[in-house]
């Protein structure tokens, strides 16, 4: 069976340095500005989506337009911010979702390339071993201790 190759990635130094530069900015840019939160809290939360967006916009409209109606323990300045945040980090979110996607989604092509030509060695050594090729056992040995799903042997003594 020959080997498939479904990707390939080959980046020059330049490239390399230029988007670790990148990534460093979002992490002294950006992370000190986000918050984690844990799923607990996460699952508690009342969520605005797509959905909701629209509702949310109009109403910051109707608040903003009609101050009379604003409860007194609603502060209509701060949530004019927490919607500004949301376009802002939307901004910023779906393209660094499509590349996180396409970034895993080529991990992942990469590794079952990788490890397809692996067993396909692995095969190849196995042959030669039980060919008594010089080497082969050693190597078949090394590989077969590291074999994903096999536990290692332990010695009796």
């Given at each position: 069976m020959p080997q498939?190759?479904?990707?390939?990635?080959?980046l020059n130094q330049q490239d390399v340095a230029e988007i670790n530069k990148a990534i460093a900015t979002l992490k002294t840019k950006l992370m000190p500005a986000l918050k984690a939160v844990k799923s607990e809290e996460k699952s508690e939360l009342p969520k605005m989506g797509?959905?909701?967006?629209s509702f949310v916009t109009k109403a910051l409209e109707h608040c903003e337009s009609n101050p009379e109606l604003v409860p007194p323990f609603l502060d209509?300045?701060?949530f004019r911010k927490d919607l500004k945040s949301i376009e802002t980090l939307r901004s910023f979110y779906?393209?660094?979702?499509?590349?996180?996607?396409?970034?895993?989604?080529?991990?992942t092509l990469a590794g079952s390339d990788a490890y397809s030509a692996a067993l396909m060695f692995y095969g190849s050594v196995k042959s030669a071993k039980k060919s008594n090729v010089a080497k082969a056992g050693t190597i078949f040995d090394d590989l077969s201790s590291k074999f994903p799903g096999k536990k290692a042997v332990k010695e009796t003594k």
């Open positions: 498939q190759n479904m990707f390939s990635l080959e797509d959905k909701t967006f209509a300045s701060e779906s393209p660094i979702e499509q590349i996180a996607e396409m970034l895993s989604d080529s991990m």
